[in-house]
């Protein structure tokens, strides 16, 4: 539970409203313990209630000259400071979703960029096949064809068909894993 707001003098807001900022500035230290006290309760960040309480104070001298009208200072203060710390809630949720968001979308470039280059590495060591290899690889990984439909197409037997894209898979490997390093490293030098 945070400190009552201390009751405010009289004369003190008199002065205050006619502009004497040494009083502005005994209210300042009068009010901020309690008003920092409430701003935390809701924002629980010491930087936050720091720049909310400034904010208040700020917007509390902007507004002097209109003090009078106000019944209740002490309740107008506790409404200001609640505002402002909700404020400064919504403001904190949505640069955390900001944040995210770019997070995000940098993760899934960085990704997209990951995935461009072992698509890369992977058709260069396909094209080094030789060509009846090649394009049974080609039926079976980029098209999805069965081994049937392959065979029937190239007019070669199913079993050939397998062991042409063993094959295939096995040089693809051998040509892909030394070169891995190069996709990974130019992937965190933009970073």
């Known amino acids: 539970m945070h400190p009552p707001l201390p009751n405010i003098n009289h004369h003190l807001l008199q002065r205050i409203i006619a502009g004497d900022e040494t009083a502005f500035k005994e209210l300042i230290l009068q009010y901020t313990p309690s008003i920092a006290s409430v701003v935390f309760s809701i924002t629980r960040s010491k930087e936050q209630t720091e720049e909310v309480v400034q904010d208040i ?9 209109n003090l009078t009208a106000i019944e209740n200072l002490n309740g107008f203060l506790f409404v200001l400071t609640k ?5 400064a809630i ?3 949720i949505r640069e955390r979703n900001r944040v995210q968001a770019f997070a ?6 960085e990704k997209t960029e990951e995935r461009d280059g072992y698509i890369s590495l992977i058709d260069e060591a396909v094209n080094q096949l030789p060509p009846q290899q090649q394009r049974a690889w080609r039926l079976s990984r980029q098209e999805g064809r069965k081994y049937e439909e392959i065979a029937t197409e190239m007019n070669i037997s199913r079993e050939t068909v ?8 096995t040089a693809i490997v051998k040509y892909v894993k030394p070169r891995i390093h190069l996709i990974l490293l130019s992937l ?3 970073l």
């Open 162 to 169: 397998k062991s042409y894209i063993q094959l295939a898979n």
């Open 90 to 92: 919504r403001k904190m």
């Open 188 to 190: 965190f030098s933009h």
């Open 104 to 109: 995000e979308i940098q993760y899934q470039q």
């Open 83 to 87: 505002r402002y710390a909700i404020s």
């Open 57 to 65: 104070f700020i917007q509390l001298w902007t507004i002097r000259d």
